[in-house]
């Protein structure tokens, strides 16, 4: 059950990052926030923000719409030029602050929701940290959805560049469960590389009540079945294992 709900909900990730079609970084979307200079016009330096309607409205010449900043920009020069406003006016475009461009950050953060990209901000770990943080509990091991595909990404292996559309999924960490005589029974993350003695030692340790030798690995099987055996320290731990710490015999 749990594998079709996450199923699903990569599908409804995935559908919404294909409505978000990728562009070019100069291509200029609604809600971006951008800076006209005309030179040595100071008086028609303006900032604007790209309309609804895709438009840059202008001093003079009114609203003007272009695909791109360097569109955009010759768009306005032309304007102006058969406005006879100025002869030969040589315009920029610089985008100032980027809206349209957004990934979808979902699962365990302190704040899920959409966030904008911009050269400062398209890295994972950056994007991570505007969202507040992966929550106690969550996990490092993240699902990066892009173009319909998930991809299984680690927030601290490696940078990862984000493009607009991306959804990063944060799912619960994997964890493991130890009780009997253990310090502080209950659910712990497992680690990478972790065994029943370090999952134990997570637990605060053995009880003086409790024995080293008699363990027992309760571990999920492929069929949805549980299986239970006695293990020893260097068991390694996996997601959903539940280890139980017996009593001494004497």
Excluded at 40 to 54: C, K, V
Excluded at 152 to 174: E, Q, Y
Excluded at 183 to 210: D, H, K, L
Excluded at 214 to 223: G, K, Q, V
Aim: net charge neutral.
């Amino acid at each position: 059950m749990k594998r079709i709900v996450v199923g699903l909900f990569l599908l409804a990730a995935a559908v919404a990052a294909y409505a978000q079609a990728t562009k070019p970084a100069d291509t200029l979307g609604i809600g971006d926030a951008v800076r006209v200079t005309v030179y040595q016009q100071t008086d028609l330096t303006t900032d604007a923000r790209i309309t609804e309607n895709g438009t840059i409205t202008m001093p003079l010449i009114g609203e003007v719409k272009g695909l791109s900043a360097i569109e955009a920009g010759t768009q306005i020069g032309e304007a102006l030029k058969s406005g006879q406003f100025l002869k030969n006016p040589q315009v920029t475009v610089a985008v100032t602050t980027v809206r349209s461009r957004q990934v979808n950050v979902l699962g365990m953060v302190a704040r899920p929701g959409r966030y904008p990209l911009d050269e400062s901000s398209s890295r994972l770990a950056d994007v991570i940290a505007a969202s507040g943080g992966i929550l106690t509990g969550g996990s490092e091991l993240v699902t990066l959805v892009r173009d319909g595909q998930p991809t299984k990404v680690d927030v601290m292996a490696k940078a990862v560049d984000l493009k607009n559309g991306d959804t990063i999924l944060v799912d619960r960490a994997a964890q493991f469960y130890i009780y009997g005589e253990v310090t502080r029974a209950g659910a712990y993350r497992v680690e990478p590389n972790m065994t029943v003695m370090q999952a134990i030692a997570a637990g605060g340790g053995i009880t003086p009540r409790g024995s080293e030798s008699r363990l027992i690995l309760r571990r999920p099987a492929a069929d949805g079945k549980f299986v239970e055996n006695y293990v020893g320290l260097l068991e390694p731990v996996r997601a959903d294992d539940v280890i139980y710490v017996r009593e001494a015999l004497f």
